[in-house]
């Protein structure tokens, strides 16, 4: 079992950048962990952004945000952080850490995760 809450959203200009954080706690090592962000903006539905394997190798990006968000994993910390940089007014949503047990793969689906943080919201204004 692993416990995600997700901090560091809020309100951004467009062009702007916000870097969000999740932290991940429980009985289960972090390290046995597939980590991802979703997002979910009102009316439409959940948005797989990133995903980052247990190693931190392998990445994978929703093409959306590709080019302009990172996702990586500390080394020593039980955190994954998504780097959100060029916002644009349609990145507004609610976004939600989700984590799957597993060492890599993309996936990119939101059923492929059993683990999934509270949300916090992110607003770009134009």
């Known amino acids: 079992q692993v416990q995600l809450v997700e901090s560091g959203g809020g309100l951004v200009q467009a062009g702007g950048s916000l870097r969000l954080s999740c932290a991940a706690s429980g009985r289960t090592t972090f390290r046995t962990y597939v980590m991802a962000w979703f997002r979910q903006a009102p009316g439409k539905e959940r948005e797989f952004v990133a995903s980052i394997s247990v190693s931190g190798d392998l990445t994978y990006y929703g093409d959306s945000v590709k080019g302009r968000f990172t996702i990586s994993r500390g080394k020593a910390t039980n955190t994954v952080y998504l780097e959100m940089n060029s916002l644009k007014p349609e990145d507004t949503a609610v976004y939600y850490c989700?984590?799957?047990?597993?060492?890599?793969?993309?996936?990119?689906?939101?059923?492929?995760?059993?683990?999934w943080g509270q949300g916090t919201q992110v607003t770009v204004s134009s």
């Open positions: 989700a984590a799957r047990t597993d060492y890599s793969g993309e996936y990119s689906t939101d059923f492929e995760y059993g683990y």
